[in-house]
């Protein structure tokens, strides 16, 4: 289980206890359309949840006026009314720095609620992260030793447990028969330990890349998979790239370059001009790294984009990847996406006037008919 995935279930519990609890993610996915960092848009986010936890004791309360402060102190009292303890969990720090290198909007947010730790349940969750990208009156109030828990890896017995069930349900398989399939299962869990250090987000890339290669697999296909040095993710998608063949490099930078996600792998493949066998065995070497949605192709952990995006080769081949993308929306794509990206990208290619001049009162009536085509439009 990962921080935030752990985070998300302790809110559903307190939740389900009647806690009062507040809570914001730093991090959503590539494809979201809004913005997570700005002080503004997180204070928002807090006393909009607030006013959904005291309704009554809110409804004549501005979000977007009044402080945050005054919200969080007049919630913390009703809160103890109730013999309750206002509980806020800031989530995905280690985002900020990351996605924008500038942390100041976060200091603004903590500098805001760290004074009410003496009245209030304050949980923020990280990844490992040096103390220079956080702020400084969080290390002051909440010093690493005595202070900070980590959370624990996954053991070898979680790991084997996970293994057993997916062998079991038939979404992967090992070699041998049963009682050799049993000795086997405890060495790939042991593999799989030494190679990711119980980190659960290697450890889940791991088990999809043996899933995704539809064979009996042994101790010895998961000690040829790309390491996880120190849980950082980063130096697992470093050592997995310079791994990866030119095709499946060019699917990545395609996926990660694009702000719309790709309707599935079959349209991707249009985008190259290689055989269609060239272009699967490319998409076999990374299709563990990303997820098929109803919405589309997503990164199945959003550190990848993280990860490509910083990276040299992207930054050259932003013009020549939005006019691959230009040409499948304009040959290709789905209505859809035809009608929500187009004008983007070419305002991405610096050809901005769709995007400026054309939305007007027509454009967005028809828009909101296709969307809800009720009779009479």
Not at 118 to 131: A, E, H, M, N
Not at 247 to 257: F, H, P, T, V
Not at 270 to 298: M, P, R, Y
Not at 334 to 363: F, H, M, Q
């Amino acid at each position: 289980m990962g921080k935030s995935t752990y985070l998300s279930y302790l809110t559903d519990q307190l939740i389900e206890a009647k806690t009062p609890v507040i809570r914001h993610h730093y991090y959503l996915s590539p494809q979201f359309i809004g913005e997570r960092i700005a002080f503004n848009d997180a204070a928002q986010s807090l006393k909009s949840q607030i006013k959904t936890l005291y309704p009554n004791d809110f409804a004549n309360d501005d979000p977007e006026s009044e402080q945050l402060e005054e919200w969080v102190s007049k919630a913390t009292d009703k809160a103890a009314e109730n013999n309750k303890t206002l509980v806020i969990i800031i989530d995905g720090l280690d985002h900020v720095y990351r996605e924008r290198t500038d942390i100041s909007q976060l200091e603004h947010l903590v500098n805001r609620i760290v004074p009410f730790k003496d009245k209030v349940c304050l949980l923020f969750g990280t990844q490992p992260i040096s103390d220079e990208h956080l702020p400084n009156s969080l290390l002051r109030s909440a010093p690493r030793e005595g202070t900070w828990l980590d959370i624990p890896p996954m053991g070898l017995d979680a790991i084997k447990s996970r293994l057993d069930f997916m062998v079991s349900n038939e979404e992967i398989k090992v070699i041998g028969d049963d009682d050799h399939q049993r000795s086997e299962i405890v060495d790939i869990s042991q593999t799989l330990l030494n190679i990711s250090h119980g980190y659960p987000l290697h450890i889940i890339y791991s088990i999809n890349s043996l899933q995704s290669a539809d064979k009996s697999i042994s101790k010895y296909d998961v000690e040829r998979l790309p390491t996880c040095p120190d849980g950082d993710i980063h130096e697992y998608y470093e050592n997995l790239w310079v791994s990866l063949s030119a095709g499946a490099k060019e699917i990545l930078l395609l996926i990660a370059n694009a702000d719309f996600s790709w309707p599935d792998k079959t349209h991707l493949s249009l985008c190259f001009e290689d055989n269609s066998l060239t272009f699967q065995n490319a998409f076999s070497e990374i299709q563990h790294l990303v997820k098929q949605k109803l919405s589309g192709i997503s990164p199945f952990h959003g550190s990848l984009f993280v990860y490509l995006r910083r990276k040299d080769i992207f930054v050259q081949s932003r013009d020549r990847l939005n006019r691959i993308s230009q040409t499948w929306i304009n040959t290709h794509a789905p209505e859809y996406w035809r009608w929500g990206w187009e004008w983007i990208v070419k305002a991405n290619l610096g050809d901005t006037a769709p995007l400026l001049e054309s939305i007007n009162r027509e454009w967005l009536i028809q828009s909101l008919c296709n969307g809800y085509p009720l009779a009479g439009c």
